[in-house]
């Protein structure tokens, strides 16, 4: 395959001057980036291995809150933002990332989020009250989004081919899982929760550095401005919601909550109505009728309330109703993380027999089976009777890690991959955020944490149904 490092323009500015801008095309000024052809294996590893480092800074705070929270003198109603401040920046940026990705260049946003990863993580481990650590989370996940969306289209473009796009998307998935299961090992091995932060900054530090020099750039440029009162509109509406959804937990019907959600919805209007009317809209609204995408959306938002929203607060849950040190409690964790990371990296081999969106409804169909199997462990003290639970919810999580990114490049043209990409991070996102934020709700909500978590373990179980039940009748229209 040969590529000047445009998906397409690169006819023409194959024959333009060195310096000149070619029409449409990006600007040639600066000098080119060190490989001009993709280096699949290369853009595979690197790619991958930031998206754990990604994700072991997302989950990190799982294994550590009450550490951090009691370090931070962090009260118990706000403790939801420790764990929410990176789905936060996640579900706020990563559509305006991909985008970005697309039409300025995805080794560019890459390289950018990574190294804005490092430095933010390194930060966070010098945080000394609440609302500085939630501040760096949120910068985290905003740095997060960038590499995340732009790793999937860097993918699309090393591996043109549907068998190798298959490959890397199914290894990609992996390591989503991979750093869910390495970040509560890491951080649990590590006696002090800042001294954890400093070393994953480290490494998002040495990937950036590795990126900058072994990637090649791709870009998908459109004509037109940049669409910045989307972006604007589109992640001040994400950031009321969560900020409802965080705060609803004290009482849905308070006026702070009932204002942040009708701003989320007025802007949410605002976007849409601007969306439709901008020349280069941040994302095409004509895909809400094609039913991969929605496949692909409602995936990733049903995962986030069901899957994420209980895990994020699981570790914690072990840790104070049963006892367990956060080191126990990582290792309980990895039997789920690790199983998902290994199903996914095999996952690829059923896809002929099992395509995308019917994995999702079966990883879906595993998790509620795995919820419901780990019903009144805590009540009865014993974290061997969450184990069988905790295998086939690993087994589920591991399908849908696998089919989600493969259906969001696959929902959208191969020039947009990095916006389906984002398209679909972020609904996953803005449902963890809810999820988190329902599923500590839940668990405190009856005063014993045994009952509290079987209603947590019930909602997640419905939650993943109805997701199941969505795909199907989402892929019998199609």
Excluded: K
Excluded at 136 to 142: F, H, K, T
Excluded at 425 to 449: D, E, K, M, N
């Amino acid at each position: 395959m040969t590529d000047t490092g445009t998906d397409s323009t690169a006819a023409t500015e194959a024959t333009a001057p060195p310096g000149v801008r070619a029409a449409g095309g990006p600007d040639r000024d600066s000098p080119p980036p060190p490989h001009p052809h993709p280096h699949p294996g290369r853009t595979l590893a690197l790619t991958s291995a930031a998206t754990a480092v990604a994700l072991m800074t997302y989950t990190a705070p799982m294994v550590t809150l009450p550490q951090t929270a009691a370090d931070l003198n962090t009260p118990l109603s706000a403790q939801a933002w420790l764990l929410n401040g990176t789905p936060l920046g996640l579900a706020a940026l990563l559509l305006v990332a991909g985008s970005l990705a697309d039409d300025y260049g995805r080794r560019r946003i890459f390289v950018s989020g990574t190294l804005a990863l490092g430095l933010t993580t390194v930060l966070g481990a010098f945080s000394s009250t609440t609302w500085l650590f939630t501040l760096a989370r949120v910068a985290q996940g905003a740095a997060s989004a960038a590499l995340l969306a732009s790793s999937l289209g860097l993918l699309v473009h090393a591996f043109p081919t549907p068998a190798g796009r298959l490959r890397a998307t199914g290894v990609w998935g992996a390591f989503v899982s991979g750093g869910i299961a390495a970040g509560p090992l890491l951080v649990g091995a590590i006696p002090e929760w800042r001294v954890s932060y400093g070393v994953l900054g480290a490494a998002a530090l040495v990937v950036a550095g590795l990126g900058a020099r072994a990637l090649s750039e791709s870009r998908s440029p459109r004509p037109g401005r940049p669409d910045l009162a989307g972006a604007f509109t589109f992640g001040a509406s994400l950031v009321a919601l969560v900020a409802a959804l965080t705060l609803g937990r004290d009482g849905w019907l308070r006026a702070p909550v009932v204002s942040l959600l009708a701003v989320a919805v007025l802007l949410g209007g605002l976007f849409a109505w601007l969306e439709r009317r901008a020349a280069s809209p941040m994302i095409d609204l004509s895909f809400l009728r094609a039913p991969r995408f929605l496949a692909s959306s409602a995936g990733g938002l049903f995962m986030g309330l069901s899957v994420i929203g209980l895990f994020s607060y699981l570790p914690t849950l072990l840790q104070r109703a049963l006892g367990l040190s956060p080191m126990d409690t990582a290792w309980l964790f990895l039997l789920w993380s690790g199983l998902s990371f290994t199903v996914a990296l095999q996952a690829r081999r059923l896809a002929h027999r099992l395509p995308p969106r019917r994995q999702l409804a079966v990883g879906f169909a595993l998790h509620a089976a795995g919820a419901l199997a780990m019903l009144g462990a805590v009540d009865a003290g014993s974290w061997g009777r969450m184990l069988p639970g905790l295998v086939l919810a690993g087994v589920g999580s591991g399908l849908l890690n696998a089919a989600l990114p493969l259906l969001a490049v696959e929902s959208v043209p191969a020039a947009r991959a990095a916006m389906g990409s984002g398209a679909q991070q972020t609904f996953r996102y803005i449902g963890s955020c809810a999820g988190v934020a329902l599923t500590i709700a839940l668990v405190t909500s009856t005063g014993s944490p045994g009952r509290g978590t079987d209603v947590a373990l019930w909602v997640s179980a419905g939650l993943a149904v109805a997701a199941g039940l969505l795909v199907g009748v989402l892929r019998e229209r199609g």
